[in-house]
């Protein structure tokens, strides 16, 4: 299992990171010439910093369920992923994933 100062510090330093690459454009929007595709590329940045804040989450967490090896986030996660494909509601989603791992904490308590 990872340990929780190791993982705690490469969150940080991801959000630091992320936050300076994106705060620089920002900055430098005046200066900066962009292209029309290149600014519609930045319009999916937010999408994929969201997998990066889940999928660390998901696999480095020791679960307490013995029946799937501890991973019941990732089954969590792969309902959730399932249900957006259909439902197509972040706050849904979020909801779901919530009240079904606090459901499997329940349930092996």
Known sequence: M????YFLTNTLLMII???CIRGSFIAF???????PITRELFTFIPAAILPAIFIPA????????DLIAGKERFI???ICL???YFIRNTLFC?????????TLHALTA
């Open 2 to 5: 990872i340990e929780q100062n």
């Open 17 to 19: 990171g992320t936050v």
């Open 29 to 35: 929007a005046s200066r900066l010439k962009i292209t």
């Open 58 to 65: 998901t696999f480095f967490h020791q679960g307490q369920l």
């Open 76 to 78: 969590v996660l792969l």
């Open 82 to 84: 399932g249900a957006t």
């Open 94 to 102: 979020v909801g779901l994933g919530l009240s079904l791992l606090y």
